[in-house]
């Protein structure tokens, strides 16, 4: 078994830092501006948070894309400074950001006064993910139904397939409450503060 505890270790003490460095800012009423991160340790919490989203089943590529920008300063950057800071080509950024823009955890925009595209990640980015999997949620409800239906609610596999509906719908529902809940929390910690990254 290999062991690969130091990026890891290193990623989690930044990554954990962030609460108390938020807390701080909010204490001293926003008006603080917090010391530059070591590039460094910010770019062993970039690899060690995109070795977790792919053990999570997100391809490699794209789960760097997506930590790197969730590091940066503004929570946007050009596919040049993605290149340069992940040391890939633009062609990789590029394919890793379709994919990104298609789950809506990253969005496209015109850099101003130029042609050049931008990446950025927004603040709710996690919830523009989860409603993306609602619709699907919402699919694979009407799918299982039509499976009842098709081997009969009481079979074998109809029972087997109604349980596994059954465990769609609650999680529908709890997903649902869940985030009104997250929406009044986040407002609560971090103001509305519109699209601030």
Known sequence: MTENTGPQADGSAASGAAPEAVSAAHAQGGEATPPPADPQAVSRFVEAFASQLVEGGMPRMPARVFAGLLASEDGVLTSAELSERLQVSPA???????????????????????????????RDQWYEMLTNREGMLRRWEATLQKGIDTVGPDSRPGQRIAETLEF??????????????????????????????
């Not at 394919?95 to 298609?102: C, F, K, P, Q, S």
């Not at 999680?171 to 990254?197: C, I």
């Open 92 to 122: 990789a950024i590029s394919g890793a950001v379709r994919y990104l823009a298609t789950a809506m955890m990253v969005s496209r925009e015109r850099e101003p006064g130029s042609r050049r595209e931008r990446y950025r990640v927004h």
């Open 168 to 197: 769609l719908l609650f999680l529908h529902e709890e997903f649902t409450t869940v985030m009104d809940r997250w929406r009044k929390h986040r407002e609560q910690l971090f103001g509305r503060g519109g699209d601030r990254p």
